[in-house]
């Protein structure tokens, strides 16, 4: 047959396009032209198949070669078409049937000795495959435990074209998928490392339970970030729509642990402060690949030495705090990839850093100059400001030995179970996540109880975007103690951690 079709998966974002690859065998000089808007890596396909097919034994046609990539008008990407541009060749020469072709997706790279390579993406392109109705999958044997990930769907697995092709003659069978690994839960730091500091502990327990941002300010060696990296361990694990979303950001990015790909526990991220725009939000030349930002998608962005990062970098993240995703335009189109993620700040409160504040050498004007690099629209998104003090002891510090992970993680949950009951009609998971109106107008909290917000108003210490924030601190504070509703105590505390001499 001289026209052959296969099914292939493009990626925007983490959002998987169905691609229909056609093979035309026809007159004219031996050649190969390739249409559907391919980029580079894609263009130089042509070469890859034709020497992987000639090394697996096989004869390339000596006919004029139409590749056609549909929709025509979608930016393609990558080498994840080799594979189905391969067999769509050789199924039009006859070579191999196409009875299995209409209802399967071909994933992979092919080396040019036939051997299939991992790509990037397996996971979200058959999510989308199998959302467009196919209901089989051949994948590279190294990217089978990200694939059985998807369920319902036939997966299987090759490690060079010539299975694949046996596949298709019923010759032999692909690859299964093992046991479902990656369900365990990797180990995390546990708070009962860190030595004292009561009042970051309980800052770091309040925004667990509630989503809260996070500002931890203090000298160097303090615990600043032996806090933060403890975060995900506070937290509730992923749910299974959560994982998959999480998993599939990573995916995209490659940076899946090819065993055990499955994210289960919120991920940390922490990137140095030379970071580049579009690492941290995202970005690249042709479609943009996900940034720092989306990678800590449903758990922690840890910005340690945050005014180093500076005005540029830190400025970019407010949109994606307020929308909990990333818009991403590029020539070849627009990428969106979700941003839901936890901000933790930590800074010193000069740039000489002393271990102690009376041995400070910085004037007053450079302090303020310093720490003005955290503006201000980006700390009223912050909900907690935390100043950390130095240690006057070693032992005994609060009393006796620190609680571990696992019994402020039991309160947490307790919190966000409240939290959850109270907001499961309106699809919030916890309280970080409600809109202020909807505190103000239908949880309304009586006059006595938010007197000190309408004073801190009256007075212009405190933005309307950080009275909501309070609210929202408010009712963390509540579901922790086992409150129905927040009282003036809750709100008293929720207003001194808004405090802005804490930055």
């Known amino acids: 047959m001289p026209l052959a079709r296969t099914w292939s ?7 998987g396009r169905l691609v229909e690859i056609e093979a035309d065998l026809g007159a004219g000089l031996p050649g190969i032209k390739l249409l559907g808007l391919p980029d580079p890596g894609l263009r130089e396909a042509k070469d890859r198949v034709k020497a992987a097919v000639r090394n697996s034994g096989l004869s390339w046609p000596e006919r004029h070669v139409t590749l056609g990539l549909s929709p025509a008008n979608l930016p393609k990407a990558g080498s994840a078409y080799d594979l189905g541009i391969a067999i769509a060749v050789l199924t039009a020469a006859s070579v191999v049937p196409a009875d299995k072709l209409s209802s399967t ?18 996971l979200p392109a058959l999510l989308a495959a199998q959302g467009a109705g196919l209901t ?20 299987g697995g090759a490690a060079c074209l010539t299975e694949v092709l046996a596949w298709l003659r019923e010759e032999q069978s692909l690859v299964a998928p093992s046991a479902r690994v990656g369900e365990g839960e990797p180990p995390v730091p546990d708070l009962a490392d860190v030595v004292g500091q009561p009042e970051a502990r309980w800052a770091l327990e ?26 995900p361990g506070l937290l509730p694990l992923l749910t299974p729509a959560e994982s998959l979303e999480v998993t599939a950001v990573h995916s995209v990015h490659g940076s899946l642990a090819p065993a055990s790909p499955l994210v289960r526990v919120p991920p940390i991220v922490a990137p140095h402060h ?64 979700p941003a839901r993620f936890q901000l933790v700040l930590a800074c010193n409160p000069c740039p000489c850093a002393p271990a102690r504040e009376t041995d400070c050498a910085c004037s007053p004007s450079v302090r303020r100059r310093y720490m003005a690099r955290l503006s201000g629209p980006l700390l009223d998104r912050v909900d907690l400001r935390v100043r950390m003090r130095p240690l006057t002891a070693i032992a005994n510090l609060d009393g006796g030995e620190p609680e571990s992970s696992e019994t402020v993680r ?42 000190l917000l309408e004073r801190a108003l009256s007075r212009g210490s405190l933005t309307a975007r950080g009275a909501d924030r309070c ?24 207003l001194e951690f808004r405090d802005r001499r804490a930055a």
């Not at 997706?105 to 397996?122: K, S, T, W, Y």
């Not at 941002?213 to 806090?227: A, E, F, N």
């Open 105 to 122: 997706a071909l994933l992979g790279e092919l080396a040019l000795d036939g051997r299939l390579r991992p790509v990037r993406g397996v």
């Open 9 to 15: 998966v493009a990626l925007l974002g983490i959002e």
């Open 471 to 494: 609210l929202r601190i408010a009712w963390t504070l509540g579901d922790l103690a086992g409150a129905a509703r927040p009282d003036s105590d809750h709100v008293a505390a929720a």
């Open 274 to 337: 030379s970071i580049s725009v579009a690492a941290l939000i995202g970005g690249g030349s042709g479609l943009a690949v996900p940034g720092a930002i989306s990678r800590a998608h449903r758990g922690v962005l840890f910005l340690d030495e945050a005014c180093e990062f500076g005005p540029q970098r830190l400025e970019s993240l407010r949109t994606a705090l307020e929308e909990g995703e990333v818009r991403i335009a590029r020539q070849r189109g627009v990428a969106r990839y």
């Open 206 to 231: 309040v925004a667990a339970a509630g989503g809260h941002h996070l500002l931890l300010t203090g000298p160097p060696g303090i615990g600043k970030t032996m806090l933060a990296r403890r975060l």
């Open 410 to 451: 039991l309160r947490v949950l307790r919190a966000r179970e409240r939290a959850a009951h109270r907001w499961a009609g309106r699809g919030w998971r916890h309280n970080g996540e409600v809109p202020g109106p909807v505190l103000r107008r239908e949880f309304t909290l009586p006059t006595s109880v938010t007197a």
């Open 136 to 155: 089989r999958a051949v994948v590279p044997a190294e990217s089978l435990p990200e694939a059985a990930l998807v369920d319902g769907m036939e997966v």
